[in-house]
């Protein structure tokens, strides 16, 4: 079955590490997205990519990384420079940006949480 | 700006009885609207999609919306509730900004469903 997959499930970070999260989709989607979720605030796009080697910020980027040198890949780099990382990170895809009609696929999730 | 706004953060209804989540938006634009679930430390999960067709628009697991562009709303309906609709609902608009089409979510609606 095609989907999203994210990996791990639950993460922890360390004072002062940078931490990746995977995404990887098998659905031949050219648009990506990362968000951030904490409670009682939704979703907020944290970077976003239309397609392979080329990505924009959303609305919180400080902080976090991304890059996208293959389709169906798109790891978020957490860095140390983030204070507050601990949240709910989800990534979402939509085959392309040509339409506003597209619902966006998520996958399951990563939990972040400080030691 | 466009916005969604979620009016109530916590609904609880008896099993058994109707669903009523509401959604406003506020949009430019003739929008793409949608309603999506999640269950506790999972993805999202699309319920429904409104793209302009019918204003009346039928989703999986006995849900359905209607499109009031005179009310600038999009509200969720089910009429009978089930013990597993107990999770978290977000209205979310898709919308063009500055040439890119965006997402935009709502802050969610948390369902509680009585036995």
């Known amino acids: 079955d095609g989907g999203i997959t994210q990996s791990p499930k639950y993460l922890f970070r360390k004072e002062g590490q940078n931490v990746t999260l995977s995404c990887e989709q098998n659905?031949?989607?050219?648009?990506m997205y990362w968000y951030r979720q904490d409670p009682g605030q939704g979703l907020r796009l944290i970077y976003y990519?239309?397609?392979?080697?080329?990505?924009q910020k959303g609305d919180i980027a400080e902080g976090y990384s991304v890059s996208r040198e293959k389709k169906e890949s798109f790891p978020l780099t957490v860095t140390s420079a983030q204070k507050n990382p601990t949240a709910f990170y989800l990534c979402?895809?939509?085959?392309?940006?040509?339409?506003?009609?597209?619902?966006?696929?998520f996958g399951d999730g990563t939990r972040l949480s400080i030691l | 700006a466009q916005s969604v706004t979620q009016l109530d953060s916590h609904v609880s209804v008896s099993e058994g009885t109707p669903v009523l989540l509401r959604c406003n938006y506020s949009?430019?634009?003739?929008?793409?609207l949608f309603w999506y679930v999640q269950h506790p430390n999972k993805g999202l999960q699309l319920l429904l999609k409104?793209?302009?067709?019918?204003?009346l628009v039928k989703g999986i697991n006995g849900f359905e919306a209607e499109f009031k562009k005179s009310e600038t709303s999009f509200h969720l309906t089910k009429p009978s509730a089930h013990m597993s609709d107990a999770a978290e609902y977000f209205c979310?608009?898709?919308?063009?900004?500055?040439?890119?089409?965006?997402?935009?979510f709502g802050t969610g609606t948390r369902l509680k469903v009585l036995a």
């Open positions: 979402a895809s939509t085959p392309g940006q040509g339409s506003i009609f597209q619902p966006q696929h």
């Open positions: 659905l031949n989607h050219d648009a």
């Open positions: 990519s239309q397609i392979v080697n080329d990505f």
């Open positions: 949009s430019s634009y003739s929008p793409s």
């Open positions: 409104y793209t302009s067709a019918a204003t």
């Open positions: 979310v608009v898709s919308d063009l900004t500055s040439g890119t089409y965006k997402y935009i």
